[in-house]
């Protein structure tokens, strides 16, 4: 099992005074910090190989084409994935974006139904209320409970009266840490609809657990390597192999780099699944910095990393409990004879202060959370929760970061005198 504390030294920004005080950095579930290793795998390609793919026959494109294509097979690779699966986008948002109009629009009508939940970051809803708007399907919600967890009982039910052609939702929840069941739901999707398609948001999965895209048996599934130490602007979209082959899903980004042949009026696309879904230049810097972030991961051992990943969120738990003025949300407590369904974050209300000002008086002693409704105004709404404060976890991150966290919420109480 790996040290944190060790780790902090791979990442050269955690050692950064903020306010005077030494940054405890908890605001993982917005974006990671970058080990060097990473920052390095960027500056390097800068430095040696820098040529655009694909279109040149000249030494430096071959070498960045060839950088580019191991990159992506590696990043395949961590989720169990074949390459040919992986359209590289900027994050999960505009992978999302991909699945409404190179799946969505071509496939979906009035009366067709998309299934989700109150508590998807705006990313995966906000796309949605569009397609409805576009194609005139409806939106339908698996509702949530007190806990924080999905009523999944009412599944059997939502199925027999909606014509429901795509479910999407979220594997971990970046509000309440959810870890919701959806390898239920999937089981029970493709038991009373084997048309069905499912979209699984790995947002803040990804950076916490083990994958493997066969065994999820998902139809798509949606990353962001900014949030699993990788750089910013690249993310991905895993689509099954036969909607691709099939060419039930399309490409949505038109251009050079994804065709065959092009005529005047019309285009033929390239047969190969990389090329079609790629039009114009990628980021190829960006996408070797993201391999380098999953080989760092690897090697850490991505079932370390969610057992470590458990042992915050439990300590967390268990420390923040103790606060009086501390109201958890989400899951809490285990369900019977089952491990924790909560990955990567707990948030709260501090009762009488406003999240914002939490957040500041932390900051003031190096500690950085996130504070407001983290993107899921639908849930605050839902819960009225006015904001509420997010401290989320990384490998880097101890229980001595949590104890730094707790002891700067007394000076909240201090200052505001509760
Ligand atoms: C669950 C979830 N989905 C989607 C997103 C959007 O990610 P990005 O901004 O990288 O596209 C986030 C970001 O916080 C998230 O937590």
């Known amino acids: 099992m790996f040290n944190p504390e060790e780790l902090k030294q791979d990442f050269p920004i955690l050692s950064r005074q903020i306010n005077g005080q030494s940054l405890v950095y908890l605001d993982n579930a917005a974006t990671s910090q970058k080990p060097q290793v990473v920052i390095d795998a960027i500056s390097h390609y800068y430095q040696t190989s820098n040529a655009n793919v694909h279109r040149g026959v000249h030494a430096l494109s071959d070498e960045s ?37 190179g799946w969505a ?18 990313s995966d809803l906000v796309v949605w209320q569009q397609v409805c708007q576009r194609t005139g399907a409806e939106l339908r ?45 999937v089981k029970i999707a493709r038991k009373l609809r084997p048309e069905v398609k499912i979209l699984l948001d790995g947002a803040q999965a990804a950076p916490h ?26 993310g991905g979209l895993l689509v099954k192999q036969d909607l691709l082959e099939s060419k039930a899903f399309q490409p949505w980004l038109f251009g050079g780099g994804m065709i065959a042949t092009v005529e005047r009026e019309k285009t033929e696309f390239a047969e190969d699944l990389a090329d079609r879904f790629t039009a114009g230049t990628p980021d190829v810097a960006s996408t070797v910095g993201l391999a380098a972030a999953c080989r760092y991961l ?44 909560r990955v990567g974050s707990v948030a709260f209300i501090y009762q009488g202060v406003h999240a914002h000002d939490v957040a500041q008086i932390l900051d003031s002693q190096g500690v950085a959370v996130r504070s407001g409704h983290h993107c899921t105004m639908p849930l ?19 229980q001595a970061d949590i104890d730094k966290l707790v002891a700067a919420l007394a000076k909240v109480k201090a200052v505001f005198g509760i």
């Open 65 to 101: 084409t060839k950088l580019w294509e191991t990159s992506r097979a590696t990043i395949a690779t961590f989720f169990g994935a074949n390459p040919g699966e992986l359209i590289l986008t900027r994050n999960t948002t505009e992978a999302i974006n991909g699945v409404a109009y």
């Open 105 to 122: 629009d071509h496939h979906l009508s009035a009366s067709d139904v998309i299934l989700t939940t109150p508590m998807e970051h705006h």
């Open 141 to 185: 919600f698996l509702e949530v409970d007190e806990t924080g967890r999905l009523k999944i009982e009412q599944l059997e039910e939502i199925f027999a009266h909606s014509d429901i052609k795509l479910i999407s939702l979220g594997l971990v929840s970046n509000t309440l840490g959810t870890r919701n069941p959806v390898e239920k739901i």
């Open 209 to 234: 657990l083990p994958l493997d895209f066969h065994e999820l048996d998902c139809d798509f599934f949606a990353f962001s390597g900014h949030k699993m130490l990788g750089p910013m602007g690249i």
């Open 298 to 341: 690897q090697q850490l051992g991505m079932k370390e990393v969610a057992q470590h990943d458990q042992e915050l969120v439990q300590y967390a738990l268990e420390k923040l409990t103790q606060i009086s003025e501390v109201t958890l949300i989400g899951p809490v407590y285990a369900l019977p004879a089952q491990p924790l369904d």
């Open 380 to 398: 605050h709404t839902q819960f009225n929760w006015q904001a509420t404060v997010r401290a989320s976890f990384q490998v880097y991150n101890s």
